[in-house]
């Protein structure tokens, strides 16, 4: 199973209460694709950010093949 955030936390990265800067979310997001991962929720260990996940879940390899093989668990 991949795991997802149920929901965007509170300070989430794609929210306007983020805790980083923009230049910081911009680095953090271009580091992620490149490396053809994803962004873990900082709230958590290992769970797949929300917001990251419902705007970049067809940029990255484990993305698609969880959605194609239906193993996208929300916790």
């Given at each position: 199973m991949f795991r997802v955030q149920g929901s965007k936390c509170d300070q989430c990265l794609f929210s306007d209460n983020k805790i980083v800067n923009d230049d910081r979310k911009e680095e953090v997001l271009r580091t992620t694709l490149?490396?053809?991962t994803f962004f873990v929720c900082h709230k958590t260990d290992d769970v797949c950010c929300k917001g990251y996940?419902?705007?970049y879940k067809d940029k990255f390899t484990v993305g698609q093949i969880a959605q194609r093989l239906n193993l996208m668990k929300e916790v």
């Open positions: 490149k490396k053809d996940w419902d705007k």
